[in-house]
């Protein structure tokens, strides 16, 4: 079967795709036909029911529901990485409203969060994403609000932020901030959609376990060729939501949608707006806190050494002598790695096996070497 998808060609959806749509993983028959193009014309596309599958805009499925359902893997939803509202001077955001603002287009999440935040300030125009901060150089409009690599490089323009949109966002409601979301076709059936999402979330924790293996992709479409930038941009985008929408997740859509909806901005929401996805694991805790923590994967690391100085290939009866009375012994699946893997730049396989494949736990009531 043969599907037309549509992402975006910034590093976070070039980084989740690559190996589904290159064949670097089984995709159980699938083939994807892809279009790279900027959000606004993502949703516009959309609009005309051209893709079988695409990111969105979360504010723009407010019109899609009733011809496409959201999928369980490759949303970008988190917090700290919402839309920025910048301008070339200072300005506090109840000083906006009679002010000309640059948005990346009418049905972005960025719009409708300046919507929400300013509702008086509705003097707009619409740009390309990465035109903005150009923009307000230019003095074509007096603030604007950016997305994507922008929110990394304004600054060196000397522009300033007004107000983060995201952290207006998590103050008003405390959940993560919706900003765009993987869809798919009604048309196409229950059992397609969710093999679909298999294969989607099978290329996120391969681009995850090898994010080198992406870097032609990556770069080759990045807006901003700064290697920095763009593994920052990635680093913030691509999060455990992107792996498992989840019932966190799903309850940062249903809010923006009923906020919005209160406020006159939506209309209402109908009931079955996702993929139902029975019998799917949640991103399991300890990897949520590598996603938050990036400085637990030092100490899991260090872990992980002493582990296999130990055992470098099998536990045998004099090594038992080293062990002083565990209570619990993990026996995994082939204990060595079969690299080191410092400096790699890509998930250990160790921590793969751990998180994602299971080990057996034997726990012992009495004294271990009884």
């Given at each position: 079967?043969?599907?037309?998808?549509?992402?975006?060609?910034?590093?976070?959806?070039?980084?989740?795709?690559?190996?589904?749509?290159?064949?670097?993983?089984?995709?159980?028959?699938?083939?994807?036909?892809?279009?790279?193009?900027?959000?606004?014309?993502?949703?516009?596309?959309?609009?005309?029911?051209?893709?079988?599958?695409?990111?969105v805009s979360s504010h723009a499925f407010a019109y899609l529901a009733d011809n496409y359902r959201i999928l369980d893997s490759g949303s970008a939803l988190g917090f700290g990485n919402g839309p920025l509202l910048i301008a070339r001077d200072h300005l506090k955001l109840d000083e906006i409203d009679d002010l000309l603002i640059a948005i990346?287009?009418?049905?972005?999440?960025?719009?409708?969060?300046?919507?929400?935040?300013?509702?008086?300030?509705?003097?707009?125009?619409?740009?390309?994403?990465?035109?903005?901060?150009?923009?307000?150089?230019?003095?074509?409009?007096?603030?604007?609000v950016i997305i994507h690599e922008s929110r990394f490089t304004y600054q060196k323009s000397g522009?300033?932020?007004?107000?983060?949109?995201?952290?207006?966002?998590?103050?008003?409601?405390?959940?993560?901030?919706?900003?765009?979301?993987?869809?798919?076709?009604?048309?196409?059936?229950?059992?397609?959609?969710?093999?679909?999402?298999?294969?989607?979330?099978r290329s996120i924790e391969f681009a995850l376990e090898n994010p080198s293996s992406s870097h032609d992709f990556v770069s080759e479409n990045a807006k901003e060729m700064d290697g920095d930038v763009v593994r920052n941009h990635i680093k913030l985008y691509v999060n455990e939501y992107s792996v498992y929408l989840g019932q966190t997740g799903r309850r940062a859509l249903t809010e923006l949608y009923r906020i919005a909806a209160d406020k006159g901005l939506v209309r209402?929401?109908?009931?079955?707006?996702?993929?139902?996805?029975?019998?799917?694991?949640?991103?399991?805790?300890?990897?949520?806190?590598?996603?938050?923590?990036?400085?637990f994967l030092e100490l899991l690391l260090q872990i992980h050494d002493a582990l296999c100085g130990l055992f470098t290939h099998r536990l045998e009866r004099d090594?038992?002598?080293?062990?002083?009375?565990?209570?619990?012994?993990l026996l995994f699946h082939g204990t060595d790695t079969g690299y080191s893997p410092h400096g790699q730049g890509h998930f250990p396989q160790f921590l793969y096996r751990l998180f994602f494949q299971g080990f057996l736990l034997f726990h012992f009531p009495v004294p271990f070497r009884e």
């Open positions: 079967m043969k599907l037309k998808i549509g992402f975006s060609p910034c590093p976070n959806d070039t980084f989740m795709f690559d190996a589904m749509v290159h064949h670097k993983i089984d995709t159980e028959g699938l083939e994807f036909d892809y279009i790279l193009a900027d959000i606004e014309e993502l949703n516009n596309r959309a609009f005309k029911a051209v893709t079988d599958v695409s990111k990346p287009g009418r049905f972005t999440t960025a719009n409708l969060l300046l919507s929400i935040a300013r509702p008086g300030a509705v003097n707009r125009k619409e740009y390309l994403f990465s035109d903005i901060a150009e923009a307000l150089l230019r003095k074509e409009a007096d603030a604007g522009l300033v932020k007004i107000a983060d949109l995201g952290e207006y966002w998590e103050n008003l409601t405390g959940l993560p901030i919706p900003l765009g979301n993987i869809v798919i076709n009604r048309r196409i059936n229950i059992k397609q959609a969710l093999t679909v999402n298999r294969v989607i979330r209402e929401m109908p009931a079955d707006l996702f993929l139902e996805v029975h019998g799917v694991e949640p991103v399991p805790l300890i990897l949520q806190l590598l996603f938050l923590y990036p400085e090594t038992l002598g080293l062990l002083d009375g565990p209570d619990q012994l």
